[in-house]
Every structure is written in C-alpha cells, then in structure tokens.
C-alpha cells in the first residue's frame, strides 16, 4: 500500500528519543502514550467547574504521576475513535481508528448497517512530526488494535466485516512489503471474543485472549450474542494461516477471566479478573514461564480489568485498572495505575472515578 505523508505539529517524545539500544540494561519509559478520557482544555476532569467543551485526547503523560505532558491530538480524529495504539520498536506511534457500524436499534449489537464504517492505521513520527498511512479499511469492514511487529516487516490487527463486526473478530497479518495477507480464526462461528493480537520478541508468534462462542446463540436481525465462554491465553503461529485458533493455551482461574496477556522478554504476563461476569473478585497480575507455567500471582486490588502495555525490550509492564465494586460495598470507582519490576507490581498513581481514566495505553 503507498504511504501519504503529511507534516503535523513538532510533538516531544522523550522516552522514545532517549530509549537504550534492547541489549542495553533496560530501565522502564519516562512517558507513555494512552487516550484520556473526559478533560477539558485546560486538561482538567470535566466534572471540576470545566471551562470548554469536554473531549477525550491522545496524550503523552508521566507513569510515575499521571500528569499530561503533551496533547498528541483530539478526539475524534477525523471522525473517528482510537481502536488502540502501539509503540513500534523504532519509537513511533501506530494509531488505529474505526468508527461504525450504524446501528438500526438500542440492543447490545445495534442491529448493524452494512457499508457504514470506516477504519484506518497511522503511523507517528512524534519527534519529526510526520504522519503517515499505513493500512484503510473498506466501508463494509473495520480494522482495529494493530500492532507492528517487531521486525517492522509485518502487522497483526483485528479484522471483521462491518455489519457482522460484534463478537466476530478475526485476525490478520499482512506483509508491509508484499501485502500477502494471513488469517487467523476467520472460519470461528459467531459469538466468540478476542483480544489485540501481541508479537512474541522473535516475530514468529502472535498471543491473545480467546473466549469460545458458549453456544452460538445469535439473532440476526438484532445482532446480539450470548456471552462466550471465559478466556484463554493463545500462543499461535503467525506463519501461516488457521481457520479457527491452533495452539497453546492456558485458563485463568476458575471463576475468572484473563483480561489482557502479553509475551514478555522471557515468558508472559496476565490480568486475571475474577468473580463472574460481574468481576467482583480479585484482580490480580499473573506471570507465566516460557511453557505458560505460572511463577507468580500477585493481587492488585478487587473489582476490576485493565489493559496491559510493555516497554520496547519487554521487560517491563504498565498495568492500568479501572476499579468499582458497585452498590454499598466500596468507595466510587477508581482508576490504578501500576508498573511492574521483575514481578513486583508497583502503585504509581490513582485517579477518582472515570475522568482522565488512560486507555489503549502504549509505552
């Protein structure tokens, strides 16, 4: 695909810009890169005497304090929302933006209208300043959550058709070269769930989270699906193609679901939410050995799911969490956010409710 370059404002980006060459000692990232949620011009929580409207933005902040270092750009973003974000191992920023499908009711699915949505993949340069197309999506299907690989060769993404989108993802992997495309789990019935797909460090393995479709319930004319079975982690090979999902896998506890799972320097790192559909059980960090054998288990609060990001060598971990018991039980809910050293999850800073909550962190 031909690349359209544009120049954009001069953004500062320290970590990247500093980053150590990977087989230096690796020391965690100064910045990371997330959408916050709900602030106003003067970058603060809409529900403080704001001045402005309200938006959400793609920003540059500290993970030692939260504070907003730098507004990377509004949302939405040409119309459209950030379906995830990812760090390439050269410094610069893929954005994934989707709007869509129109819906045709108020039912969980939405009744979707086909040919109504849009998607597309940039590329930031956030220290020349430089924007650039990467990969667009056709207006009956959406693309999201791409991540580059780390050879800078290939990139995965969560693929579906417009109006079939909900609970139907598949994923892709396409040659930037070449455009020769892989898929995996194109061919799963309806219903089932899966999450962004990660690369392992040597480009050859994809992980993500799986739910199986639990019974294939689906209407068609609402676009709804019963809940799919709870999650898995899957190790798979992202050389070639497979019509369902062939690999290695490993469940969270029972009564729990893994809400995010990435391939580290050595082994993998997991959330487990636990409590039932409604998460009102702990919320812990797993950490699994190369054979996805757990080696720790540490607890980070109750009540939650969160998102996962690592730095470039992968050994590090953000963790952002959004925390609420609900009713009587607890206080109001809470945004956490943590790295994580070496198995040991540290608390770097919190934020009330749901204003200025990151997400599709990436550091």
Known sequence: MSATVVAVGAI?????????????????????????????????????????PCHDAVVLSDPNTGQILKVIHDLPWDGMQVSGLALARDGRLWVSLGSGPACTSGVAGCGPRPYTCRSRVLELDL???????????????????????????????????????????????EDLDTGRTESIAAALPRCHGLGPPHWTADARHLVFTYSAASDGLYSGAAGTCSMPEPSVIETVDATRSQPKVTGSAVAADPDCEISDARPMKSGYLALESCGGQNFDGPLRILRFDAGLRITSRRSIGRCGSGEVSLDRAMQHALITTYQYCGGLRTADPITRVFVEKNGDPKLTFSVPGGDLNPSSIAW
């Open 127 to 173: 220290v020349r300043g430089t924007t650039k197309s990467i990969l667009r999506g056709g207006d009956d299907e959406l693309i999201a959550a791409a991540e580059p690989s780390p050879t800078g060769r290939s990139v995965a993404y969560l693929h579906s058709g417009c109006a079939t989108s909900y609970f139907n993802d598949s994923i892709r992997i």
């Open 12 to 52: 500062l980006f320290p970590a990247c810009a500093t980053q150590p060459p990977l087989t230096a000692p690796s020391q965690p990232p100064s910045t990371f890169v997330s959408v916050r949620i709900g602030f106003d011009d003067r970058q603060r929580p809409c529900n403080e005497g704001s001045k402005g």
